[in-house]
């Protein structure tokens, strides 16, 4: 009911071209939808921030963490290595939910990010920070482009650009999400084309920069693709960075070995500006629950090469704040 719901909603805005704002979540069971002109002051987002822009300095960047023991991620590691074998899935993205404690504010986290993507939203039910590298898709002069992220190294490491290309489960990880996002994209347009494979991008990672490995796919639309906005994003998601593959039989795996509800972490956001669309992936995720506690939400993909002790090291790792 719901998916059908946004599809129209958003069907309905693009069609009248005003420019607007979308907030959805992993499974499609929450969603928000607001013309631009009509966003309230606790919803703030950025897309395509520049990282030479200034702000302020934070100095109490302290950030604790309390998450899942490695017994306990081991235990939901070997679930999904047992489902590989078996031939259910090839790649699954794997996430946690860890509880921590900072002094700093949601919206001091949000003013003080520099990253591609950033979202602020508040409101009765919600309340949560997200900033991401990762952008989900982008349309343009009537084409699609998605940049599927798989693969992160220290970029402090020696040699760290050559190991990352050079490494051969992050290669099959990355060919596999290509391949997925690829083939989405084939659901919704023409001419599928994979125009960069496995580019490097350094991004900031709190007191560390990291590598990120990504590709470029694109397809083409048809002239009144505003119009069908709905139905473009709802056949794309969830995500397929943020899932794995296959990507139905992945996604009820997940939800059985994950044993929490993701929300709007892994959902995307994102602005039809009245032209051309842009979105993002909501990985980099910390929301206050009702109690006032923090939660930030984080993972990586798994795959039969995978080494339980370096993923459960990747899902600490991305527990951070980019100042």
């Known amino acids: 009911m719901s998916k059908e719901l946004i599809k129209e909603k958003l069907n309905k805005f693009g069609s009248s071209k005003e420019p607007f704002l979308f907030v959805l979540s992993y499974d499609l069971s929450k969603f928000y939808i607001q013309k631009l002109s009509n966003l309230p002051s606790t919803i703030k987002f950025e897309l395509n921030f520049k990282e030479h822009q200034k702000i302020k300095t934070v100095q109490k960047n302290k950030l604790e963490k309390f998450p899942l023991s490695f017994e306990e991620y081991k235990k939901k590691f070997d679930t999904l290595q047992d489902e590989i074998k078996e031939g259910n899935s090839y790649l699954l ?20 990010t520099q990253v591609k993507f950033k979202l602020r939203f508040q409101n009765q039910d919600e309340d949560f920070v997200c900033f991401s590298p990762e952008r989900f898709v982008e349309i343009k002069k009537n084409k699609i482009f998605t940049y599927p992220m798989k693969g992160t190294i220290d970029a402090s490491i020696v040699n760290a650009q050559a190991r990352i290309l050079g490494d051969i489960k992050e290669m099959a990880e990355h060919t596999m999400v290509v391949d997925l996002l690829r083939n989405d994209l084939g659901i919704v347009g023409s001419k599928v084309r994979v125009e960069k494979f496995r580019y490097v991008e350094k991004i900031n990672a709190g007191n560390k920069k990291l590598f990120q490995v990504s590709s470029k796919i694109s397809a083409n639309l048809q002239n009144n693709w505003h119009e069908n906005i709905g139905d473009i994003l709802t056949s794309l998601l969830p995500a397929g960075s943020i899932t794995g593959t296959p990507k139905k039989k992945t996604i009820e795996i997940l939800n059985k070995v994950e044993e929490y509800d993701r929300g709007f972490y892994t959902g995307i956001f994102g602005v039809f500006d009245g032209v051309n669309l842009d979105s993002s992936v909501m990985i980099r995720f910390i929301e206050k629950d009702k109690n006032a506690e923090l939660f930030y939400k984080s993972g990586g993909g798994i795959t039969c090469d995978s080494n339980v002790e370096l993923e459960y ?6 527990i951070y704040l980019p100042f």
């Open 93 to 112: 993205n794997l996430t946690a939910k860890t509880k921590i404690k900072t002094l700093i504010s949601l919206d001091d986290i949000y003013e003080n």
């Open 313 to 318: 090291q990747e899902l600490l790792d991305k």
